[in-house]
């Protein structure tokens, strides 16, 4: 499920491209939509990471340095600078440092994490003090150095040929290079590539604690391979099961962090929506996590859509009872469920029609999310009043997808 945001401005349909709405309701979304809505996340990271600069002035003993070395580096290594900015917990991190009441002392210190990151990635020289969040330091799309007992919130990184050397107190860490083999302290990123698919399965993040359940802790290297191996099949199968959404997939998907296992074995995935592009979810089997990733992307698709244009009216305060839920459910509620459960049952639809021994599975599961998403549907096409005109165009494309199904 995805997590509620906090908004500072009224979206504006205005500055979006012609057929972007069309693109996103149909559940796709090509490569020109899904590549305006990540062009348009990024740059909400970048608006919060002035913000938080403006809100952070001379609260922090060591954070101007590394301000002054992304802008340094936005000049000589853009690439490298927008990879490590659109890393989806960066959001995260931002946001946590606006939240009321906090002055973001305790977080703001991370902004040098995210600088030596970008260094490293550009293979530019870096010399900065960087914050100990937990007992790891973690430089996003490179890796994590962990140091379990230090006794320290801050740490002294600089760069070494190919790698880098990190100093807490009298104890050393260097790394080889970005692409140094796991060790006791040193945990590269995690990638997955995988027939088009770049992916990073995101255990080290100190603000992927963003969604609905806990993170789990580091993976062990035989979770990690089998994280990549459930993945990299999972993936196989929504390109033979759901091809459509490929494109959106490969435009938007860039991490998926493990989350802490239910202790009754019930199912765990979620987004945020201060987090795009990351979906957060248990180890399945690759069938279900297959289906996971298209479920839990929708969510994040529409959250990216809903940052650039209203489609819901924010007077409304209407709720509404839903079949997949037992309590009553604001209209934003509905049209995420419903929107996501639409892709859910034309994954199903699909398996349905390959004949085997999972096909009667298929057919129930179509059946039961087909009419999930027709009474989610029918909720927002007989209350028009909570969705704007946007909002009513992107309600009908849904609905005219979902009748062109066989029964």
């Keep these: 499920m995805p997590s509620t945001p906090v908004v500072d401005a009224e979206p504006a349909d205005t500055a979006l491209p012609s057929g972007l709405i069309d693109q996103i309701a149909s559940g796709f979304g090509d490569d020109a939509a899904m590549g305006h809505l990540a062009d348009a996340q990024l ?10 600069r403006e809100r952070a002035v001379g609260r922090h003993a060591f954070a101007t340095d590394g301000w002054v070395m992304l802008e340094r580096l936005d000049g000589e290594a853009l690439a ?8 989806p917990y960066v959001r995260a991190w931002a946001m946590r440092c606006l939240q009321p009441g906090d002055d973001c002392r305790d977080h703001v210190g991370y902004v040098n994490s995210l600088a030596a990151a970008a260094a ?6 870096v010399d900065l003090r960087v914050p100990i969040v937990g007992d790891r330091v973690h430089l996003p799309t490179v890796g994590t150095v962990y140091l379990p007992g230090a006794n320290a919130s801050v740490a002294e990184l600089w760069s070494v040929g190919r790698g880098f050397t990190l100093r807490v107190g009298a104890t050393l860490v260097t ?8 060790g006791e302290s040193w945990q590269p990123a995690r990638r997955i590539e995988c027939d088009g698919l770049s992916l990073l399965i995101e255990d080290g993040d100190p603000y992927r604690d963003c969604h609905q359940w806990a993170p789990s802790g580091r993976a062990s290297s035989t979770d990690g391979a089998r994280w990549q191996e459930h993945v990299a099949a999972a993936w196989r199968l929504i390109r033979g099961d759901a091809a ?8 938007g998907l860039r991490t998926v962090a493990p989350l802490a296992a239910d202790p009754g074995g019930l199912m765990r995935a979620s987004t945020s929506r201060d987090a795009f592009g990351s979906v957060a979810s248990v180890l399945a089997e690759p069938a279900a996590l297959a289906v996971i990733l298209v479920h839990e992307f929708q969510h994040g698709k529409l959250g990216a859509l809903l940052d650039l244009c209203q489609l819901l009216d924010p007077s409304s305060t209407e709720m ?4 997949w839920r037992t309590d009553p459910r604001p209209h934003e509620g509905v049209l995420q469920g419903t929107y996501a459960h639409v892709a859910v049952a034309d994954m199903w639809r699909r398996r349905a029609d390959q004949s085997g021994p999972q096909q009667m599975t298929a057919r129930k599961h179509y059946r039961q999310y087909r009419d999930w998403s027709e009474v989610g549907l029918d909720v927002l096409l007989r209350h028009p009043d909570v969705l704007t005109v946007s909002g009513r165009r992107f309600v009908q494309v849904m609905a005219a997808g979902v009748a062109g199904w066989a029964a």
């Design 120 to 125: 490293l990635r550009a293979d530019r020289a």
């Design 43 to 52: 740059l909400i990271t970048l608006n919060l990471l002035s913000r938080v």
């Design 244 to 251: 459509d959404y490929v494109p959106g997939l490969l435009a």
């Design 175 to 182: 790394v080889d290079g970005l692409d140094a083999p796991a």
């Design 320 to 323: 509404f009872m839903v079949p």
């Design 80 to 87: 490298a600078v927008g990879e490590v900015l659109a890393h």
